[in-house]
């Protein structure tokens, strides 16, 4: 670990603690290390240290609106991509018809977000139905197919050349935002067996496997899905954002980093779910500017309308390249102000990466230009 550089000073005017009771008309940012987690410290301005006027150059925010991207496809190796960098990709996927081959991804991790649509998935381990809102984990390796019974919409993440795994819960314990007992596993059950034994069984199938990013197609004169069994600690899992159980503090308003659900290198993927605003009047009671300057910060905007975004609805995706300061809309900030919202309604998947991301031609073309001056107040 790290010895950090610490000495607590003050001066000026500022508040006793962060994002508590700020000085009357004054604007709190805060610079940090790694993400929330380590040194800080927070200003007070008197102007939003969103209050830009022009924004020329390659770091400007960006906003995706994903609803644009029409095209779909039988394997998730033909998904648009959207970003990536050393440690990751990520790509959209419309999939509306049953997968005529498997799937097997040998460069990292496959972890999915259904967007929209619900249906099977057939992987090793057996079978497993999904819907909206279930994330499911792959190991690197694994076969699958999906069979959509309704046109299925879904985020796919690769954690390249890694392995996702849960993160430390710290003092709140093990079971503490989702129990991992609630994390489902695929079954061999009636569909499974049906696939293997019936006339699935004995066609001819293609696994379609990427390897350093380029494709192999391995067929076969059977179903290779035809396990009889299995033991071990190796497994796909389900996890639905309706089981997680955010942290909370009704006097103090937490980092996204408690939301965390997912762990992998390089970068870590939150879950922002529904919960109850903060109640304290001192409180802050959204997101705080931030200057969150050793990460990349992009959200999946799912359901609900999000707290502190301005014309952002489902199906559009954010992105904040570290190196400077961002935070609420100004309308979003007027209305927490005035404490009229008494708990969010927004599902949302964030991505923060070590590493800056690159973005890929298919998001550059539904891309929100304006997006940049949704800050400005005039």
């Known amino acids: ?10 001066a000026g005017e500022h508040s006793r603690q962060a994002h508590c009771d700020l000085p009357d008309g004054t604007y709190e940012r805060e610079m940090g290390k790694e993400g929330f987690f380590g ?28 609803n644009r991207i029409e095209a779909a496809s039988h394997t998730p190796f033909k998904a648009h991509p959207l970003l990536h960098n050393a440690d990751m990709r990520l790509r959209w996927w419309r999939c509306g018809e049953a997968m005529p081959g498997l799937a097997r991804n040998a460069d990292g991790d496959e972890l999915l977000f259904i967007h929209e649509g619900e249906g099977s998935l057939f992987c090793d381990w057996g079978h ?10 792959l190991p690197r390796g694994a076969m699958w197919r999906i069979e959509p019974k309704q046109p299925t919409l879904m985020l796919l993440l690769e954690a390249t050349g890694n392995s996702f795994g849960l993160p430390e ?30 006339p699935q069984g004995s066609a001819r199938w293609e696994v379609w496997v990427k390897r350093r990013g380029q494709m192999t197609t391995i067929a076969y004169p ?14 796909a899992c ?20 408690v939301h965390t659900t997912f762990v992998a290198r390089g970068f870590v993927v939150c879950t922002f779910v529904p919960r109850p605003i903060e109640s304290d009047p001192g409180a802050l009671k959204l997101p705080f500017y931030h200057s969150n300057d050793d990460f990349d910060e992009f959200i999946f905007y799912h ?22 300061t961002h935070g609420p809309h100004p309308k979003a900030f007027a209305t927490a102000a005035r404490a009229e919202r008494k708990e969010t309604d927004e599902v949302a998947v964030m991505i923060d990466t070590r590493s800056p991301l690159d973005i890929d031609e298919s998001a550059r073309a539904v891309e929100v230009m304006e997006y940049v001056d949704s800050w400005k107040t005039r």
């Open 1 to 10: 670990m790290r010895q950090w550089i610490r000495y607590p000073k003050t």
């Open 39 to 66: 040194p800080a410290c927070h200003f007070h301005h008197r102007h939003p240290p969103t209050g830009w006027e022009s924004f020329d150059g390659p770091l400007r925010p960006h906003a995706f609106d994903l």
């Open 128 to 137: 497993m139905t999904y819907r909206d809102g279930d994330y499911i984990l």
């Open 169 to 198: 819960k710290g003092i709140v314990g093990p079971h503490a935002i989702f129990d991992p007992a609630v994390l489902e596993t695929p079954q061999m059950d009636e569909a499974f067996v049906a696939q293997r034994d019936g």
């Open 222 to 235: 059977h179903n290779p899905l035809d396990a009889l069994g299995w033991h071990g600690e190796l497994v």
């Open 238 to 257: 389900k996890l639905n954002w309706r089981d997680i159980r955010p942290l909370m503090s009704h006097r103090y308003h937490l980092p996204p980093s």
């Open 303 to 324: 359901r609900g309308s999000f707290f502190s975004r301005d014309n952002i609805r489902p199906g559009m995706t954010t992105l904040h390249p570290n190196g400077f």
